[in-house]
């Protein structure tokens, strides 16, 4: 039980280029969701799915876009990466009811420099 | 709005001394969640411990006990034995609900003296 994988670890970009940040949970859960990670701002939402075929924004989805490609795999794309988008970004998982719909577990994060 | 507050961003304990890290939170529900989470170095969010707000009784995990206090919204991990691993951010957080509404406080990091 591997819980929430993030990849990559670690990603140089530079200014306008493309990336695909990859997120998958062995966990059966129902929601994945999309943080970053900012010095001093802690973490921020950028977007969500509650199920399987949706996806809502969050605090600050601009410049990014996701896919909820099966229950347990959940993407986020920077489709022209900034310099702002500079950040760690976690991808996090919870379950349906109770205590663990409301709790978030969370992958090891991806380190993402823009240039 | 639901805030969190971590009023102390900065705290240090001795080896094998007890430890207490304070979270305020701000909410009109009467039904929700509290968590406390740690981040090492590695930058990994590791889920310690939580609490849901209709159980009076405190949650505890091993060496990790909350002081939760429903009237007073307040939030307190308390860290017995600390050990030198214990050292990392942690973050306060709430939820009152399943969706996108789950806040965090700022954080406190905790150092940990041999």
């Known amino acids: 039980n591997a819980g929430v994988t993030q990849t990559p670890k670690f990603q140089v970009l530079k200014t306008g280029q493309s990336m695909t940040l990859q997120c998958a949970q062995d966990m059966n859960h129902n929601s994945m969701y999309w943080y970053r990670q900012d010095p001093g701002m802690g973490l921020r939402l950028i977007y969500y799915?509650?199920?399987?075929?949706?996806?809502d924004k969050g605090e600050v989805p601009n410049g990014y876009n996701v896919s909820r490609l099966n229950k347990r795999e959940f993407s986020l794309r920077l489709e022209s990466a900034a310099p702002s988008q500079t950040s760690v970004y976690f991808c996090?998982?919870?379950?349906?009811?109770?205590?663990?719909?409301?709790?978030?577990?969370f992958g090891p994060g991806t380190r993402l420099l823009v240039l | 709005a639901q805030t969190v507050t971590q009023s102390q961003p900065e705290m240090s304990v001795q080896e094998a001394e007890t430890v207490t890290l304070s979270c305020t939170y701000d909410t009109s529900e009467s039904d929700y969640y509290l968590f406390w989470y740690k981040q090492p170095p590695s930058r990994q969010m590791i889920l310690v411990i939580r609490q849901e707000a209709y159980k009076q009784q405190n949650a505890t995990e091993n060496r990790f006990s909350v002081n939760f206090q429903k009237a007073a919204k307040s939030f307190s991990l308390k860290i017995s034995d600390s050990q030198l691993g214990d050292a990392a951010m942690y973050f306060c957080?709430?939820?009152?609900?399943?969706?996108?509404?789950?806040?965090f406080g700022p954080g406190t990091r905790l150092s940990v003296l041999p």
């Open positions: 799915s509650a199920s399987e075929g949706t996806t």
């Open positions: 957080a709430y939820t009152y609900n399943y969706g996108q509404n789950f806040v």
């Open positions: 996090a998982s919870s379950g349906t009811l109770g205590l663990a719909g409301a709790s978030r577990y």
